[in-house]
């Protein structure tokens, strides 16, 4: 168990459809991170907070976005949902301390658009 | 842009052989490569990282080699063991500490 919760584990919605994935991080990481698996396009960096601040973009699409809160949980929004937007999609947290590269990944969200 | 992780997409090993996963980039920009593995169901997981200044890491069972000269990295585990079956991922660091990852080496361990 990393440490990182994320919630829902699985989400089955309709294209057009708009759904909030929730992760709460590592307790006393500030840094989280937002990444995309599919079989087409691997795994992929979508964005990264830390400690309430977007910090780096990847290859986020702009129907998605992405918030830290003050308690540092962040979430994923993804609007207008679309076939290929079908995806596992992963949060990480890192302390910004230790290995630079160390991140903690959650236990994914499982999300099918029909 | 930078491309990491060209694997081979499969790889067996026997139980208690030593396994070699292997990556290549392309332009490297990245000051850090790292190595993640996934077990089949969970997120990925650190392995081992390696600054690009650096030719070898060792870790616990793990070493990783990196060879700039023909971008080349890769990972050695040594007596591998039934829980190593895994995917392997070799990534790049960015900036922000953003990981851009390959597209991973499935390894099996045969009994």
């Known amino acids: 168990d990393s440490g990182v919760t994320q919630t829902p584990k699985h989400l089955i919605t309709a294209t057009g459809q708009r759904v909030t994935l929730r992760c709460s991080p590592r307790?006393?990481?500030?840094?989280v991170y937002w990444y995309q698996q599919s079989l087409d396009q691997g795994l992929q960096f979508l964005i990264q907070y830390y400690n309430g601040e977007e910090r780096a973009k990847g290859n986020i699409l702009e129907r998605f976005s992405a918030q830290q809160f003050p308690d540092l949980h962040s979430e994923l929004n993804l609007s207008s949902l679309e076939l290929g937007d079908s995806a596992l999609y992963f949060c990480?947290?890192?302390?910004?301390?230790?290995?630079?590269?160390?991140?903690?990944f959650g236990p994914g969200t499982r999300l099918t658009v029909t | 842009g930078e491309s990491v992780g060209l694997h081979l997409p499969t790889l067996s090993v026997q139980e208690g052989d030593n396994s070699i996963i292997n990556c290549a980039y392309s332009n490297s920009a990245s000051d850090y490569f790292i190595w993640y593995k996934q077990e089949s169901g969970k997120g990925p997981q650190f392995i081992i990282d390696?600054?690009?200044?650096?030719d070898k890491r060792q870790g616990q069972r793990v070493t990783v080699l990196l060879n700039k000269t023909v971008k080349h990295l890769s990972l050695q585990i040594a007596a591998t063991q039934p829980g190593d079956s895994a995917v392997y991922f070799c990534a790049g660091g960015g900036s922000a500490r953003q990981l851009t990852f390959g597209s991973g080496t499935q390894l099996t361990v045969l009994p």
């Open positions: 307790s006393g990481d500030l840094s």
């Open positions: 990480a947290s890192s302390p910004y301390q230790g290995s630079l590269y160390e991140q903690y």
């Open positions: 390696i600054r690009s200044n650096m």
